[in-house]
């Protein structure tokens, strides 16, 4: 069974910075995508940005590009979502995803999720 579990979310001041991690377990962590998503008060959830299995694809939605960054270690099965300078509005419920394409982009080509985690940033 695949699980993804999530950490690292909490309150912050604007300009800030945390970060969030992701612990993959029951696949090969090396051979899947890890996409970052979130939803954010009275929105749908959407895609955030996503770092490719081999790490040498990363794509960035333009409101977040420049300040957050997403990396793994596949040696921890792990995936991180870096974010610095936080702005009110990106106040939201942070979802990890794991998919087994090579580049995703859609909420439909991720066929695991974690269970979110809340970051909260105060102005």
């Known amino acids: 069974q695949v699980q993804l579990v999530e950490s690292g979310g909490g309150l912050v001041q604007a300009g800030g910075s945390l970060r969030l991690s992701c612990v993959v377990s029951?696949?090969?962590?090396?051979?899947?995508?890890i996409g970052w998503f979130r939803q954010r008060p009275g929105n749908e959830r959407g895609f955030i940005g996503t770092?490719?299995?081999?790490?040498?694809?990363?794509l960035y939605i333009d409101d977040v590009k420049g300040r957050f960054t997403i990396s793994r270690d596949n040696a921890r099965n792990t995936g991180y979502l870096q974010m610095n300078n936080l702005k009110p509005g990106d106040t939201a419920a942070y979802y990890c995803?794991?998919?087994?394409?090579?580049?995703?982009?859609?909420?439909?080509?991720?066929?695991?999720w974690g269970q979110g985690t809340q970051v909260t940033v105060s102005s």
């Open positions: 995803a794991a998919s087994g394409l090579a580049l995703a982009l859609r909420e439909h080509q991720y066929d695991y």
């Open positions: 029951g696949r090969n962590f090396s051979a899947i995508t």
């Open positions: 770092n490719s299995w081999n790490g040498r694809s990363q």
